[in-house]
């Protein structure tokens, strides 16, 4: 919700409105985070911590009457479908327990009981911090905190010399201060401070992680160094998983700078990321929370990233293969095995690494034999270990290249200057969404090319439409005919890892009218700044061209070169009058 425009919508809606006569309440009246198991979904965890961010958001700006959660309940058992997966409780069929509560359930719950009938008083937020502060009736404060991204330990001055700490889900921890400070560890999910904080000031914490993100594998230890403020002893005490184990000396004396904790990872662990909770704690007074993120992993990691081999060439590519060593104890050596596509696994030799030894990387590249019919297709490895293991591997690999333009291209919906760039296709049934009666090519379809140069990412797309309608305008355009595109400008660290940009444009009337309902880090949701855009309709045929400047789409401080990748996808919409079909 930080980063994906949900504040500067409304501030756009309460604009409107005074433009065009005064303002009236705003109701947002559908909004939720959908739990499928899928790459588009979050986990209810998640779902609970972006729903509390919202809300809280929401009543820090003052614009919204109200907010309605989408929806109460999953509206069916498919946990790989969205629209079955929006609910606080499980549906009321396809489930052993009818109308169980949900994850994001209890977070909704904490909630409304912590920030009911209360006033909102002032925020601090400070690059990747947020912080708000709310009052009650009885003259408490309560602060709302999380980050942005990933998590850090810091330190709030309260002039109580207590403090009650309460989590998404509204177990309750009282901390003490330490010459008048509370140090926590805050993450992407919420945390609430019942005290007095009269003024939000941020200052050093009393310990402090070296490293809170921590990669290991099961049945191998995380090694935790935490810095100690030197006047206290005490001991350190773990909230941990089942089958984990804090090990060795957890004791901390005064005039000591440091110390190391050592957590076993219990051998059966599943492959995922865990939350583990330290506290210090002194003459039976907890002095902080503090939080680790550990990520069980596969000992070995295997990344495929696809490359033209030839940047004048856009038919010949190649895979790069990076293979890491994730154990802190032994040495790997295996064979890689192709075994999709069908095509390519007869054509490329199995291949051997030897002695890759603890944290060490190995870059193999693999020659790709011949492009899939489709732009994306399922790569799946088979690797077998000296440790005996035979693991699986599977990824979906694109390929999809913006060409660098030789020449500027004229944005006028004429398509001439394109014949050199790599096209891709859009008329297989297998792509069409929520279109139940899609009458073929004919209907629907189109093929589309990207370009770039180091002004400008370029896009074309010529349009096979049997009716053309759009009368939309701003945010609205997706209802009518027109293009949707996505861009991800920090895929290569993951995706979404710095959020994406979802833009549109359409030829409503005579008008070229784009919009940005979605936006990465740094950048704002409306009309795209300096987007030009061209559309023209010949029949049926519609054929859309566009010039996006970078600085509207990656960080300043991203370098763009041959080479660099980045998330792409876009849709069609089609509407033949009677309303948007899919």
């Known amino acids: 919700p930080d980063e994906g425009g949900f504040i500067k919508n409304l501030e756009l809606t309460q604009e409107l409105m005074i433009r065009y006569g005064g303002a009236k309440p705003v109701h947002v009246t559908e909004i939720g985070w959908p739990t499928q198991e899928d790459r588009r979904g979050v986990t209810e965890l998640m779902s609970g911590a972006y729903g509390v ?57 904490t909630m409304t009981k912590m920030l009911t009938g209360i006033d909102f008083i002032g925020a601090y937020q400070q690059e990747n911090k947020s912080i708000f502060r709310f009052r009650r009736a009885d003259g408490k404060d309560v602060l709302v905190l999380w980050t942005i991204k990933g998590s850090e330990t810091i330190g709030l001055k309260t002039s ?4 009650t700490m309460v989590d998404l889900f509204g177990n309750k921890v009282p901390l003490s201060t330490v010459a008048g400070v509370i140090t926590v560890t805050i993450s992407e999910v919420p945390l609430y401070l019942e005290g007095d904080f009269e003024t939000l000031e941020l200052v050093a914490p009393t310990f402090v992680l070296d490293g809170a993100d921590y990669k290991v594998v099961a049945g191998e230890a995380v090694l935790i160094r935490v810095k100690l403020p030197g006047e206290y002893s005490g001991q350190f005490f773990a909230d941990l998983p089942g ?6 000396e957890t004791k901390f004396a005064a005039q000591t700078s ?3 904790l050592a957590i076993k990872v219990a051998p059966s662990a599943s492959e995922k990321t865990y939350e583990l909770l330290l506290y210090p704690i002194s003459d039976n007074k907890i002095l902080g929370q503090l939080k680790v993120v550990a990520q069980v992993i596969n000992p070995l990691e295997i990344t495929v990233s696809p490359r033209l081999a030839d940047h004048s060439n856009w038919n010949k590519w190649e895979l790069v293969l990076e293979i890491g060593n994730h154990s802190a104890l032994q040495a790997l050596s295996g064979t890689i095995t192709v075994r999709e596509p069908v095509g390519w696994s007869e054509r490329i030799k199995p291949i051997s690494f030897r002695e890759l030894k603890p944290g060490e990387k190995q870059r193999i590249i693999i020659e790709v034999p011949t492009l899939p019919a489709e732009a994306t297709t ?20 694109s390929f999809l290249a913006a060409v660098r333009a030789k020449q500027t291209p004229k944005i006028d919906g004429e398509l001439s200057e394109w014949k050199g760039a790599m096209p891709f296709v859009l008329n297989q049934a297998n792509q069409i969404k929520q279109i139940s009666n899609w009458g073929g090519p004919g209907d629907l379809s189109g093929k589309g090319y990207l370009m770039w140069d180091n002004a400008n990412l370029y896009l074309a797309l010529e349009v096979t439409d049997n009716q053309h309608f759009q009368n939309g305008v701003g945010s609205d355009i997706w209802q009518g005919d027109g293009i949707q595109f996505t861009i991800d400008p920090g895929r290569i660290s993951g995706p979404g890892s710095i959020g994406y940009h979802e833009i549109g444009f359409a030829l409503s009337g005579t008008e070229v009218v784009n919009w940005r309902w979605i936006a990465a880090s740094g950048f704002d949701v409306g009309s795209v700044t300096n987007f030009v855009g061209a559309i023209r309709r010949d029949g ?3 054929t859309y061209e566009a010039a996006i400047p970078w600085s509207e789409l990656v960080p300043g401080s991203m370098e763009l070169k041959a080479g660099t990748l980045l998330g792409f996808s876009l849709l069609i919409n089609d509407n033949d009058g009677t309303g948007r079909r899919g």
Not at 160 to 163: C, D, I, K, L, S
Request: charged share 15%; proline share 2%; hydrophobic share 35%.
């Open 160 to 163: 109580g010399n207590n403090v």
């Open 258 to 260: 440091s110390t190391e």
């Open 378 to 397: 399922q790569f799946l490895l088979q690797v077998s270990l000296n440790t005996g293991q035979l693991l699986t591997f599977q990824r979906q690999v």
């Open 53 to 109: 961010r919202m809300y809280v958001l929401g009543m820090a700006s003052g614009i919204p009457a109200t907010i309605f959660w989408y929806d109460l309940q999953n509206d069916g058992g498919d946990k790989k479908y969205n629209e079955d997966n929006f609910g606080l409780l499980h549906c009321w069929h396809s489930e052993v327990v009818p109308w169980s509560a949900k994850g994001n359930y209890l977070a909704y719950n």
């Open 243 to 248: 089958g984990w184990q804090l090990e060795g």
């Open 540 to 542: 049926t045929k519609t």
